[in-house]
């Protein structure tokens, strides 16, 4: 299962990761809300996140079917 905090890696942005996780884009401004201190300052222009930043979950996204093994092969 996917756990909390998310450690993202290089190249992924909000979107990318919720698609990974949700299997939707549509729900990205709930992982930014959430992380929204941290992000506003590490976030590139071009939407990328700083690899190796821990980001908290939305409730209710933790625990999916993905594990973390999976997302991290992908």
Known sequence: ???DPYKTR???TLISITKKI???TSEWK???N???DKLDNIMEGDGTVEPG???K???GWAG???SRNDLEEE
């Open 1 to 3: 299962t996917v756990k």
């Open 10 to 12: 290089k190249n992924e």
């Open 22 to 24: 949700r299997g939707s």
């Open 30 to 32: 709930k992982l930014y």
């Open 34 to 36: 959430k992380n929204k």
């Open 53 to 55: 930043t821990l980001l």
């Open 57 to 59: 979950l939305p409730a």
């Open 64 to 66: 999916l079917s993905k």
